[in-house]
């Protein structure tokens, strides 16, 4: 599996651009910003788009979903928990200072357990609320996709409309701390880190 990592937008948010090396089938996770420089690396490694995925709605991991929906015609995805944020990016971006672009409706709805597919890799959807109420992980044998549920050294905030503490700690127990040690996790914000590190080093899951 190709696996490349951007940081776009203000806050620095990772975006990830997955690709089957077998078919140049690819599903872009967290266009948070900066389409230009996400479709530029996609040329560069001559991926085709199949899927646009929301692992939440908060605008620093969606603010991009209007432009790279229009270039990519791609399936744009995310968990019914977060699909009404996606309609409010303008305003919660401006809390902040900041601006993004309201995202179209979403085309496909994730719940936990669904699985999507491109080329011949397979991601499985975990729902993990508690950052947000549609939070979600992506695996795939070795690989997690966290956003911000689970970041090395610490865990996502829960202050924010939607978040509850509480929730997400037993997410992460219940959800996400089975996965084999040596998973490699990808996380929204910072550095990767792994299920077996977390689990021993994390003060908030430990």
């Known amino acids: 599996m190709i696996i ?13 651009i997955l690709g089957c090396e077998e078919t140049n089938e690819a599903v872009v996770i967290d266009p948070g910003d900066e389409a230009d420089k996400i479709l530029m690396e996609l040329a560069k490694s001559e991926l085709k788009v199949k899927y646009l995925i929301n692992t939440h709605g908060h605008f620093d991991h969606v603010g991009a979903n209007k432009r790279m929906k229009e270039a990519t015609n791609a399936v744009l995805a995310i968990h019914p928990g977060d699909e009404p944020m996606l309609g409010e990016l303008s305003r919660s971006a401006s809390m902040f200072g900041l601006a993004a672009e309201n995202s179209p409706p979403p085309d496909l709805l994730l719940n936990h357990g669904d699985e999507v597919s491109f080329g011949k890799i397979t991601l499985r959807v975990i729902h993990t609320p508690g950052h947000s109420r549609g ?3 992506l695996y795939t044998q070795g690989h997690l996709f966290a956003g ?51 689990k021993r080093m994390n003060p908030f899951i430990r």
């Open 4 to 16: 490349k990592k951007l940081e776009v937008g203000p806050i620095m948010a990772n975006c990830y």
């Open 135 to 137: 939070g979600i992980c």
């Open 148 to 198: 911000d549920t689970l970041f090395a050294g610490s865990i996502g905030r829960t202050d924010l409309p939607g978040g509850d503490y509480d929730t997400l700690i037993s997410n992460i127990k219940e959800k996400l701390l089975d996965l084999p040690e040596d998973t490699v996790v990808y996380t929204g914000h910072g550095p990767e880190t792994s299920i077996g590190n977390e």
